[in-house]
């Protein structure tokens, strides 16, 4: 960055003017000089300074954006695998419900056939008893 434009010849005729003599006067412009020199060369930015900054910030932002892409699919993927894991072991589950319960309603309806046969043979049973007792009495 160029230098803001200090004349230091006007600089010493104002300190002369005040009364500084002029070996005071010149090196009062010459120290000012440097620490607008100094001040400017490392305290202030340049153009290029702020370009440079510029690029770097969308640089960083692009590879910012770039790793996040890249964990969400990663995430994405992780969960779609997981999610496939939790809906196999459902449908194993399920099947095996399915299982269980058909397995359940045989032994139930087993056990109701067995009841149905053995409430006839009672039946029977009862009115061999009671027609016995009506006519060969």
Known sequence: MAL???????????????????????????????????????????????????????????????????????????????IASVKNELKAEIASVKHETKEEFVRVTGRFNLLYWMLGFLLAGVFSLVFKSFFHG
């Open 4 to 82: 803001p434009a200090f004349d230091t010849h006007a600089y010493v005729k104002r300190l002369k003017a005040a009364g500084f003599n002029e070996e005071q006067a010149e090196a009062q412009a010459e120290l000012q000089s440097e620490v607008l020199s100094a001040l400017v060369t490392e305290k202030l930015s340049t153009k290029e300074d702020i370009t440079e900054l510029k690029s770097e910030i969308k640089s960083d932002i692009i590879r910012v954006e770039n790793e996040l892409k890249s964990d969400i699919m990663r995430v994405e993927n992780e969960l779609k695998t997981e």
